[in-house]
C-alpha cells in the first residue's frame, strides 16, 4: 500500500491480489494436513467478520453525500445502473453458466449484485474519472444495497438456500446496523478529539490492517471447508468464465450509458469502474452471517474478488487509450488531489485532511 503522499502505482494492485491467492493456499493446506486445526480455524470466523466489518464502515465518508447534491443526474443514472441494470446482467449469466449449480450459482449473484464501496475510486483516479463525484458514491451504493439484500435474495436464488427474510433482517440489524452505527460514531469522535491529522493516521492503519482481516477470513474459508471445495474444484472453471462475461457485458453497458447521456470522459471512467467493480468484501461478511454454512457460496465470491483486480487493471488501460475520443477542452477539471487510493472495500490512502 502506498503512503498518501506517493503517486499511485499499480504494483499495489499486485500486492493485494498475491495477498489473497496466499491466504486461499494457506488455508487449503492447513484444512489438508490438520482438518482439526482447519475446524479450529472455521470457529474463529465470527470474531474476524465483526472486526472486518467494522474496519469497512469506519472508512465511509457519509458528508460527501451532501456535497454532490449539484450531481443528481450522475448519481440517478450510477444508481440504475448498479441496481437495476447490473443485476440483470449478472442473473442471466450466472444462469448461463453455473443453472447446474445452483448454490454457486447463488454466490456468484450475490457477487454481481452489490456495487463497490471503496476500491472502485482508486482506479477512477488512475484512469483519470470524476473522485470528488464517485466519493459520494460510496455511502449511497452501501445504504442501497444492505437494503436490498434481502430482496435480492428473494428474487434471485429460487430456493437454492432457505431464505427467511426476517431471519435475514435480523442478521442486518445485528451484524451490520449497529457495527455500522458504532462505526460512525467512533469516526466522528475520533476525528474531532484527535485533529484532522492525528485522525488522517488513524484511517491509514485502519486501510493497512483492513486486507489482512479479509485475508485471515479467506483462510479460515478454506480451513474449514476445503474437501468440499475440492469435490467442487472442476465447476470453478465455468465461475471464472462467468464473470469474464459479466465484466465484458458491463463495460458494453458502461460505455452505452456514457454515449447516450453524452457523458464528459471523468464521469464516463466514473460510471465505467463503478458499473465494473463490486463489493466482495462486504458482501461475503453479508452472506457468511445471513446464510451461514455454505462454503461454495463464499468460494464464489473469493474467485469473483480476485479476477476482479485484473479486470479493473485493463480497464484502467481501455479507458486512458480512448480517452482521446473526448472533447479535451471546454470541461472542468477533474479532480484527482482528495481520492483514497487502492485497497480493498473500505481499504485506502487517503491524501485529504478533514474527512468525515
Given amino acids: 500500500?502506498?503512503?498518501?503522499?506517493?503517486?499511485?502505482?499499480?504494483?499495489?494492485?499486485?500486492?493485494?491480489?498475491?495477498?489473497?491467492?496466499?491466504?486461499?493456499?494457506?488455508?487449503?493446506?492447513?484444512?489438508?494436513?490438520?482438518?482439526?486445526?482447519?475446524?479450529?480455524?472455521?470457529?474463529?470466523?465470527?470474531?474476524?467478520?465483526?472486526?472486518?466489518?467494522?474496519?469497512?464502515?469506519?472508512?465511509?465518508?457519509?458528508?460527501?453525500?451532501?456535497?454532490?447534491?449539484?450531481?443528481?443526474?450522475?448519481?440517478g443514472i450510477a444508481l440504475v445502473a448498479n441496481f437495476l441494470l447490473v443485476p440483470w446482467i449478472g442473473y442471466c449469466?450466472?444462469?448461463?453458466?453455473?443453472?447446474?449449480?445452483?448454490?454457486?450459482?447463488?454466490?456468484?449473484?450475490?457477487?454481481?449484485?452489490?456495487?463497490?464501496?471503496?476500491?472502485?475510486?482508486?482506479?477512477?483516479?488512475?484512469?483519470?474519472?470524476?473522485?470528488?463525484?464517485?466519493?459520494?458514491?460510496?455511502p449511497l451504493n452501501m445504504a442501497v444495497q444492505l437494503l436490498l439484500y434481502p430482496w435480492y435474495l428473494q428474487w434471485f436464488t429460487h430456493n437454492a438456500v432457505q431464505v427467511e427474510a426476517g431471519m435475514i433482517g435480523s442478521t442486518l440489524l445485528q451484524w451490520f446496523l449497529l457495527p455500522l452505527v458504532a462505526a460512525v460514531v467512533a469516526h466522528q469522535l475520533l476525528r474531532l478529539c484527535l485533529g484532522a491529522a492525528r485522525f488522517e493516521r488513524v484511517l491509514h492503519r485502519v486501510d493497512q490492517a483492513t486486507p489482512w482481516v479479509i485475508a485471515l477470513l479467506v483462510m479460515e474459508i478454506f480451513a474449514a471447508n476445503i474437501s468440499v471445495l475440492m469435490a467442487h474444484r472442476a465447476v470453478f472453471v465455468w465461475v471464472l468464465l462467468a464473470v469474464f462475461a459479466f465484466f465484458v457485458l458491463t463495460f458494453l453497458l458502461s460505455e452505452g450509458i456514457s454515449r447516450l447521456c453524452r457523458m464528459r470522459y471523468p464521469e464516463h471512467a466514473l460510471l465505467t469502474m463503478t458499473v465494473a467493480a463490486?463489493?466482495?468484501?462486504?458482501?461475503?461478511?453479508?452472506?457468511?452471517?445471513?446464510?451461514?454454512?455454505?462454503?461454495?457460496?463464499?468460494?464464489?465470491?473469493?474467485?469473483?474478488?480476485?479476477?476482479?483486480?485484473?479486470?479493473?487493471?485493463?480497464?484502467?488501460?481501455?479507458?486512458?487509450?480512448?480517452?482521446?475520443?473526448?472533447?479535451?477542452?471546454?470541461?472542468?477539471?477533474?479532480?484527482?488531489?482528495?481520492?483514497?487510493?487502492?485497497?480493498?472495500?473500505?481499504?485506502?490512502?487517503?491524501?485529504?485532511?478533514g474527512r468525515s
Fill in 1 to 75: 500500500m502506498l503512503s498518501s503522499s506517493s503517486e499511485p502505482q499499480l504494483p499495489g494492485v499486485t500486492v493485494t491480489s498475491v495477498l489473497l491467492m496466499a491466504s486461499i493456499a494457506l488455508g487449503a493446506l492447513f484444512g489438508l494436513l490438520l482438518p482439526a486445526g482447519g475446524q479450529w480455524l472455521g470457529e474463529r470466523v465470527d470474531p474476524t467478520l465483526l472486526a472486518l466489518v467494522t474496519l469497512l464502515f469506519f472508512g465511509v465518508r457519509f458528508g460527501a453525500l451532501v456535497q454532490a447534491v449539484g450531481n443528481l443526474r450522475f448519481l
Fill in 93 to 138: 449469466v450466472a444462469s448461463l453458466f453455473l443453472a447446474d449449480h445452483p448454490l454457486i450459482m447463488v454466490g456468484l449473484m450475490i457477487y454481481f449484485l452489490s456495487p463497490c464501496t471503496d476500491w472502485f475510486l482508486g482506479f477512477t483516479r488512475l484512469s483519470g474519472g470524476n473522485v470528488s463525484l464517485g466519493t459520494a458514491l460510496i
Fill in 278 to 353: 463490486r463489493n466482495a468484501p462486504l458482501m461475503l461478511a453479508i452472506t457468511m452471517a445471513a446464510l451461514p454454512d455454505q462454503p461454495l457460496l463464499y468460494a464464489a465470491l473469493v474467485i469473483g474478488m480476485l479476477v476482479e483486480f485484473l479486470h479493473l487493471t485493463a480497464l484502467r488501460r481501455l479507458l486512458l487509450t480512448a480517452r482521446h475520443r473526448f472533447p479535451p477542452a471546454g470541461s472542468p477539471p477533474v479532480d484527482n488531489g482528495s481520492a483514497p487510493f487502492l485497497g480493498p472495500e473500505g481499504v485506502t490512502s487517503r491524501s485529504s485532511p
